[in-house]
């Protein structure tokens, strides 16, 4: 088990490494996500004022949106170096590399929500610092269960033609679930009267198709990666 | 062994959603019975059954023309294929 | 098996001929009167909707699992089945609403999960379709996933309780009403595996022919 962890450490050092080096993922995901932000906004603020209750939709939409972008293009890297073989010839668990892409993939979005989430709460007036601890799970959850499935998709996609254009198509229907809990979870912390009962239901629903997306990715990975 | 020790797992996991799931979110919603829509919203139900039934023959019958003339389109080229190879 | 093609395409024709009469004989239901009538058809399309995301997500496990390249071709028919047939239960469903509910839609768990499992359905087939060499094997994880929504769609009526009537209805139905429907489901489910035999004919010959072009380009 610790030879697991090992090499899913190794493989998140090797990716941040690269990520630090260049700045390229986080800096255009980050600057995707805000232009989601924004074009929402055109759409749905009515002399100056935006309506209550959207910034929970909001900020999801624009987690998802940015978090297809960054999966397509952290495989599109490995793609172009051609070093994704290189990475499934190491003498290593395909299960323990998939574990390190997700955090690798976990890492990024993290950060990229760091600056996100004010941003929509300044924007759209959503109350962030009522439940801190609540809105961090259903972030961190909500993020894990779309970023299970999206590492997935994106690593099998690379072996893909129009692999751009396929992998939300194929992402969004199946994440769908934990967009629900995760907008349904985060609007009943932000409206006017928060539901803390409601929001700690959907965190637990959440929780449970996390647990069923990262076993059923943690077991498929290794048969489709296997030439 | 591996397998079933994951098939194992998927079931626990299934297993943990259950309680999550057996909990209501929703309160039960108001139903609204058809004589109490406005007049003007009705519209008279034998249109409703027609369309339902016709678009199910129309779909049937389109899906298996569709498999028909893709199965002998296909045969064509496998005999082809194959008298070429002789 | 080919053989019993034909005949099973004929008996399901034959019996949805009769289909109309049996339903027209049955009473009406006392609430929803004749528009109840679409339920005849949009059960059994339902229930097979589901079966088809069962038989893909079972054919694909097989396929990526135990390494059986022809259960790729049962994957594919029932996958496209899964969207014929899902077709027919988002059309007959909303029709039905319309009258009984007083909308055409409403975003209750079991229709907007059922929507999503037409979705996947509908990205499965482009992807096979455009996704050129490589896209089996993905299609079959992405058949997995599909999968996880059945028993969540089957349950969610019972447990959210919704304007969707309740698994609990079929079994408890009165005799008059339980004819037309068991034999309108047999119909479905004859055309249903008909139908599947057919279109995964269709996609082993399809194999067949690209292994045979790859033969000849390395001849």
């Known amino acids: 088990m610790s030879g697991f962890f090992r090499v899913a450490w190794q493989v998140v050092r090797k990716d941040m490494t690269v990520e630090v080096r260049s700045k390229e993922i986080v800096l255009t995901t980050l600057l995707f996500a805000v232009s989601v932000v924004l074009i929402f906004s055109f759409a749905i603020v009515r002399e100056g004022r935006a309506p209550d209750d959207v910034a929970a939709g909001i900020l999801w939409v624009a987690i998802s949106f940015a978090g297809t972008l960054a999966m397509g293009r952290t495989f599109e890297r490995e793609r172009y170096n051609d070093t994704l073989r290189a990475l499934l010839l190491a003498p290593a668990d395909r299960p323990a590399i998939y574990a ?5 993939l976990l890492l990024l979005l993290g950060l990229v929500e760091i600056i996100l989430v004010p941003l929509v709460a300044l924007l759209f007036n959503a109350p962030i610092l009522a439940f801190p601890g609540k809105l961090i799970t259903l972030l961190i959850a909500g993020t894990l269960g779309f970023a299970a499935v999206g590492t997935l998709f994106a690593a099998m996609l ?4 129009s692999r751009d254009t396929l992998l939300p198509v194929l992402l969004y229907p199946i994440t769908v679930p934990v967009m629900i809990c995760g907008v349904r979870g985060t609007a009943a912390l932000f409206q006017a009267t928060p539901d803390e009962p409601l929001a700690r239901l959907w965190i637990a629903i959440l929780i449970a198709w996390d647990v069923i997306f990262v076993t059923l990715s943690l077991w498929t990975f290794e048969p489709v990666m296997t030439e | 062994m591996r397998h079933w020790l994951r098939v ?7 297993g943990a ?5 057996a909990l209501q979110p929703q309160p039960p919603k108001e139903f609204v019975p058809v004589d109490e829509v406005p007049p003007g919203e009705q519209i008279p139900a034998i249109n409703m059954v027609a369309a339902a039934y016709g678009f199910v023959w129309v779909a049937v019958l389109g899906y298996v023309w569709s498999i028909a003339r893709r199965l002998k389109h296909v045969e064509s080229e496998l005999s082809d294929l194959e008298s070429r190879r002789k | 098996m080919r053989k019993l093609t034909t005949p099973f395409i004929g008996l399901s024709a034959g019996m949805l001929f009769v289909a109309p009469w049996l339903i ?5 239901e006392s609430t929803m009167g004749l528009v109840q009538k679409i339920f005849y058809f949009h059960f059994p399309a339902a229930i097979l909707f589901l079966v088809s995301a069962i038989v893909c997500g079972i054919a694909s496990i ?3 699992f135990f390494k059986k390249a022809s259960a790729d071709a049962w994957a594919i028919a029932s996958a496209e089945l899964g969207l014929l047939f899902g077709a027919l239960t988002l059309v007959t469903g909303p029709l039905w609403a319309r009258k009984a509910w007083g909308v055409w839609w409403v975003w209750d768990p ?4 059922s929507l999503v499992l037409f979705l996947i359905f ?16 993905l299609a079959a994880g992405m058949a997995l996933f599909g999968m996880l929504n059945v028993p969540f769609i089957y349950v969610s009526v019972n447990i959210w309780r919704t304007l969707h009537p309740m698994t609990s209805v079929v079994p408890t139905l009165p005799t008059e009403f339980g004819i037309p429907l068991w034999f309108c489901f047999a119909a479905f489910t004859m055309l249903f595996i008909a139908l599947l035999n057919l279109r995964a004919t269709l996609a082993l010959q399809q194999a067949r022919i690209e292994a045979l072009y790859l033969d000849e380009d390395e001849a």
């Open chain 1, 100 to 104: 390190g892409k997700l955090l690798g």
């Open chain 1, 158 to 161: 690379v072996r893909v033609r």
């Open chain 2, 8 to 14: 194992c797992v998927l079931i626990l996991a299934l």
């Open chain 2, 17 to 21: 959603a259950a309680p999550a799931l």
């Open chain 3, 24 to 28: 027209n004989m049955a009473p009406f």
């Open chain 3, 62 to 64: 097989r396929f990526l």
């Open chain 3, 110 to 113: 079991r229709l907007t999960m």
């Open chain 3, 122 to 137: 509908a990205a499965y087939t482009i992807l096979r379709k455009f996704g050129g060499p490589g896209s089996d094997k």
